[in-house]
């Protein structure tokens, strides 16, 4: 996969700092957010979510894990590149969001694609960032799911499949990803869709 030509919109809104302030904004513009987008994933629902469970990933510290060990939880899964503006943006309020799911047992996962881990691990620093982290290049699972955009953003349900692929870093996939992970989780009731749709 040639990083270069992964697709990297850009961020239509400013949203106001602070974990409060971001699920605030991303609910309220969660009916207006749109369809979550299948096309993010290349690969097939099936074939993806048993790439998503079956892969080794390796946090940024060393340890070996996969994210069917998570299965129980509801997990966000983000791809994500030290490279990519919107990426950069998206990162604070996905650890925001990981800290609210925390409180009903889910959790938000980012897996760089990065082709050096040290630039990850900068960005992880240089923010402050207390969600996990994986690195796995850009010929892991990105390939195996044939990722057509970066930022990339994938909510598994407990059973540890696919609720929604969203690709993009903007506010409205944000909202539709922080809507579809709190309501899974119990953490916000059920909203009227907006037209938006999920994978399933």
Request: glycine share 10%.
């Amino acid at each position: 996969m040639d990083e270069r030509n992964l697709t990297t919109p850009a961020p239509r809104h400013r949203v106001r700092a602070g974990a409060a302030a971001m699920l605030a904004v991303v609910l309220a513009l969660a009916p207006a957010a749109g369809a979550a987008t299948p096309e993010a994933l290349g690969s097939g629902n099936e074939a993806a979510a048993k790439a998503l469970g079956d892969h080794a990933l390796r946090k940024l510290d060393g340890t070996a894990f996969n994210l069917s060990s998570l299965r129980g939880q509801v997990v966000v899964v983000n791809f994500w590149a030290s490279w990519c503006a919107p990426c950069r943006k998206e990162l604070p309020r996905l650890d925001a969001l990981n800290a609210e799911l925390a409180k009903s047992g889910g959790r938000v996962v980012a897996v760089s694609i990065d082709t050096n881990a040290d630039n990850a691990r900068r960005f992880v620093t240089t923010h402050k960032l207390k969600l996990p982290v994986a690195q796995d290049g850009p010929d892991g699972l990105a390939r195996a799911l044939d990722l057509q955009h970066v930022p990339c953003t994938v909510v598994l349900d407990r059973d540890g499949s696919i609720a929604c692929a969203v690709g993009g870093g903007d506010d409205a996939a944000l909202a539709q990803v922080t809507s579809v992970a709190l309501r899974l989780s119990g953490r916000a009731p059920v909203a009227a869709s907006g037209g938006g749709t999920e994978t399933r």
